[in-house]
């Protein structure tokens, strides 16, 4: 699975956008771009991903450079329930059953700030 | 509801005693993972399964064991041979290699092991 490269913490006003970028540089064409995040203390939870188009769901937006180099995470109104650490993932679509299949890679993350 | 369940949430051990993490998916997911999280680190991943009674190393499989007997259940053994038992235990589940390759994980809340 193709590395990615995010900044360590970011800080964000609350009501404002939260614009998390990533970078995934070595990403090869049948790899997906997954965000989660975690909350202190809890599992994580699943934000969105997307192959090549934009994606948008009831938590936020995915938007992938025509290149797929690189992608950003777009939280529209970020609440204070908002904070927490968002990773960035890639992960290969492998359908033989003994490859290396669903398994996701998580590194370090942003730890996201919102401030009042 | 559907979900994950992990327990107990807190779990204390003597060093050189092995101890054994529950997860159960009422989901109906085909696979399942047991990632380790580490104080201010990402996720890394200690085994997974795709299919009962079929289960695969991740990347510190070692000092541990799984089983996959069920479907719902992939509980995790901690033995004495892990030289660093203390950490969070988070275990997800899939939707696997059939009806949705790029089903996102979903996780538990985790189960926090501490050995002295």
């Known amino acids: 699975d193709a590395k990615t490269t995010q900044p360590p913490s970011m800080d964000c006003a609350e009501g404002r956008a939260a614009n998390l970028p990533c970078n995934h540089s070595?990403?090869?064409?049948?790899?997906?771009v997954y965000w989660y995040r975690q909350i202190h203390s809890q599992g994580p939870q699943y934000i969105i991903h997307g192959l090549k188009n934009n994606e948008t769901n009831e938590m936020a937006s995915l938007i992938i450079t025509e290149d797929r180099k690189s992608s950003t995470l777009i939280l529209p109104h970020a609440t204070l329930r908002d904070t927490a650490v968002y990773y960035c993932i890639v992960r290969v679509n492998i359908r033989r059953i003994k490859a290396a299949g669903n398994k996701l890679t998580f590194g370090g993350g942003t730890r996201v700030l919102v401030k009042p | 509801d559907g979900g994950i369940t992990q327990s107990p949430k807190y779990l204390f051990r003597k060093e050189g005693q092995n101890v054994t993490l529950s997860c159960e998916q009422n989901?109906?997911?085909?696979?399942m993972y047991w990632y380790r999280q580490d104080p201010g680190q990402g996720l890394r991943l200690i085994y997974y399964?795709?299919?009962?009674?079929?289960?695969q190393k991740g990347d510190i499989a070692e000092g541990y064991s799984v089983s996959r007997e069920k479907k719902e259940s992939f509980p995790l053994t901690v033995t004495s041979a892990q030289k660093n038992p203390t950490a969070f235990y988070l275990c997800?589940?899939?939707?696997?290699?059939?009806?949705?390759?790029?089903?996102?994980?979903?996780f538990g809340n985790g189960t926090r092991l501490t050995v002295t």
């Open positions: 989901l109906n997911h085909d696979a």
């Open positions: 997800a589940s899939s939707m696997g290699q059939g009806a949705s390759y790029n089903s996102p994980l979903h």
């Open positions: 070595t990403i090869s064409g049948n790899e997906y």
């Open positions: 399964s795709q299919i009962v009674n079929d289960f």
